[in-house]
């Protein structure tokens, strides 16, 4: 169990992006995680986190100022689609403001230590929005915004892991070159967005500071071991955040309609109990979880409830089983290119 109180964000607001007519990207899906999250962490351990709006200034932290007025004006129109995949409705502003808001309170709140962990259930997703386009269901980039207000909260370095299944490749617009903010991700390759290349590591100044570990359609819970074991844990002890926030999609679930990865409910909490842990015997100041995909409704309320309860201590170890071949030279990718940046990662 973390020491503290656990920082909770929810917020009626959320279930008011609505879509017209079945979307993946549902309201539903709250309900799912707030099932999962009060299975498992009580009242009484929670910091509730006020979902208030963003400040301009937040928002222009992680996004383009023109971006931001074109999305304004789009929203204005009360509903419809800012691309193929992405809709908006009447509720669906107020929705995302108060999200993008709630995350940078969240971290906040850990960078200050008034909680040692936190999950926000935030709807609409955030980690596909670039600084200067939405996509993928996402208007506002959460986990962007957040790690922007943790630094000015004084966090000296901030590590952002995203275990969605697809790419944050928003996350890594916002931070490729930025040495003082961590990006890796574990994600399904090739696949939507189409960005992600193990071979991506940063770019000018954030050379060494993004890392993709892209594992093929079918991968299970040994693929995932294997990348924290050998990519995501050692980086972080390499870059030795001060807060740690993850894009908590959870649509590598083997229910997943979306995806082909093979993950249950366990992987989830074994990733969970392994940021938890390393934070607890570090100078991180916390672990942050922000809702991102998740796409099946009893896989979700599952997954929610195993990270929580690891959260409150149930520890679930990484399974030891070793990852075919082919998982490992998809490793090995990723490794050799971070190597000249983080030697001991060799």
Do not use: K
């Amino acid at each position: 169990m973390v020491d503290g109180p656990v920082a909770v964000v929810d917020d009626a607001s959320f279930d008011a992006h609505r879509p017209r007519g079945h979307h993946p990207e549902r309201p539903e899906r709250l309900s799912a995680a707030r099932a999962g999250l009060d299975a498992a962490i009580p009242e009484s351990r929670r910091l509730p986190i006020e979902a208030t709006p963003a400040a301009e200034s937040e928002l222009a932290a992680a996004h383009t100022r023109d971006y931001l007025r074109s999305l304004e004006d789009a929203l204005a129109r009360g509903s419809g689609h800012l691309d193929a995949d992405t809709y908006f409705s009447p509720g669906t502003r107020d929705a995302a403001v108060r999200a993008a808001g709630a995350a940078a309170r969240m971290a906040r709140a850990l960078v200050r230590r008034e909680a040692r962990a936190g999950m926000a259930l935030l709807r609409p997703p955030g980690h596909h929005a670039t600084p200067d386009r939405s996509m993928g269901f996402c208007l506002l980039n959460n986990v962007a915004v957040a790690a922007r207000a943790a630094r000015a909260a004084g966090a000296r370095r901030v590590a952002i892991v995203d275990w969605d299944v697809h790419h944050g490749n928003g996350t890594q617009a916002a931070f490729e070159q930025d040495a003082d903010v961590l990006f890796a991700s574990v994600h399904q390759w090739p696949f939507y967005p189409g960005t992600g290349s193990p071979r991506d590591v940063g770019r000018g100044e954030g050379l060494g500071t993004t890392a993709n570990v892209a594992l093929p359609a079918g991968s299970g819970p040994e693929a995932y071991a294997e990348a924290f074991r050998r990519v995501v844990l050692p980086l972080l002890d390499a870059f030795g955040p001060d807060i740690v926030l993850v894009s908590a999609g959870f649509d590598a679930h083997a229910r997943d309609p979306l995806a082909g990865q093979e993950l249950d409910a366990a992987t989830y909490a074994a990733m969970a109990t392994a940021l938890v842990r390393r934070a607890r015997r570090s100078r991180t100041a916390g672990v942050g979880f922000l809702l991102e995909g998740g796409y099946d409704l009893v896989a979700l309320e599952e997954c929610v409830r195993a990270v929580a309860r690891a959260i409150e201590g149930d520890e679930v170890e990484l399974p030891e089983d070793r990852p075919p071949g082919r998982i490992r030279e998809a490793v090995d990718v990723t490794v050799e290119a971070l190597a000249q940046h983080w030697p001991r990662m060799r």
